[in-house]
């Protein structure tokens, strides 16, 4: 028996990345998978591996910044299983690292549009189908970050796009409580394929820092995106977390530690 089993879970940007490890991980849970991804080639791997494992696949190319991919993602999704259960809004594109001065409206209106306007888009949509289950009901599990918390330097599009998303998710978890859906939020550290490919393109200054902030933590190692990371999605999707919405969890090995 799989902590998913029959489940039918939604992944955004599991083409790589925390996206394509959580799919894994559902996977082996018993879920049966609808992913998504810009990088339809890539996304194909995550098919596979997910299909490896006896798991039912839907994958399709979805630029979550365009509605109509987002809205036929839900549709084909509903037409393949019948129902969605979780949704893990994880995929999120991120810009240059500058100082706030030399960012431009065009950078913060990209991250903006690739989380909290397709957050807001994909929750909207799913609602017809995630409200009044039975049981534990259902679980959006939408990604934060401790950027906007600490107000990291050169993070500030990033930062204010995954605090708005926290704003939003924290007033749905209140207003859909009494339709069987808890929404919480999470706060990733890992080091991801995806995070070295974007450190690629970086500042030099960027690239030391990141050095340092990753393994900044009591284990003083860098997270594992499967190993560490993974398995707390999994209890935010399970009906293990049933008497939970509405919370921030930091699944970051202790790197943001607070009274």
């Not at 992944?11 to 049966?32: D, P, W």
């Not at 991919?69 to 509903?78: I, K, Q």
């Not at 999120?92 to 960012?103: A, E, G, I, N, R």
Request: glycine letters at 8%; hydrophobic letters at 40%.
């Amino acid at each position: 028996m799989g902590r998913l089993d029959g489940k039918v879970c939604i992944i955004t940007g599991a083409a790589s990345g925390l996206g394509k490890q959580e799919a894994i991980r559902f996977a082996e849970e018993g879920a049966k998978l609808a992913i998504c991804s810009r990088t339809e080639s890539k996304l194909m791997d995550t098919k596979r591996i997910c299909e490896e494992m006896g798991a039912e696949v839907l994958a399709m190319a979805c630029d979550v910044m365009v509605k109509e991919n987002l809205e036929a993602l839900v549709s084909a999704t509903v037409d393949r299983f019948g129902t969605i259960d979780v949704l893990v809004n994880n995929a999120h594109t991120v810009t240059m690292l500058l100082p706030f001065l030399q960012k431009s409206e065009d950078d913060l209106e990209i991250e903006l549009k690739s989380s909290l306007y397709a957050y807001w888009r994909l929750m909207k949509l799913c609602y017809p189908y995630i409200k009044g289950k039975p049981g534990a009901g259902a679980s959006i599990i939408n990604f934060a970050s401790k950027a906007g918390f600490e107000g990291t330097i050169d993070h500030c599009a990033y930062a204010a796009a995954k605090e708005a998303v926290r704003g939003l998710s924290r007033v749905v978890a209140r207003e859909w409580g009494k339709d069987n859906i808890r929404v919480n939020t999470i706060c990733p550290g890992s080091f991801t394929d995806n995070c070295k490919a974007d450190l690629g393109k970086q500042t030099k200054e960027i690239q030391q820092w990141a050095e340092i902030a990753f393994k900044d933590n009591p284990f003083q190692r860098v997270g594992d995106p499967y190993e560490d990371v993974s398995p707390i999605v999994l209890f935010l999707a399970s009906d293990d977390s049933r008497w939970m919405t509405g919370q921030n969890v930091f699944a970051d090995g202790g790197g943001w530690i607070t009274a």
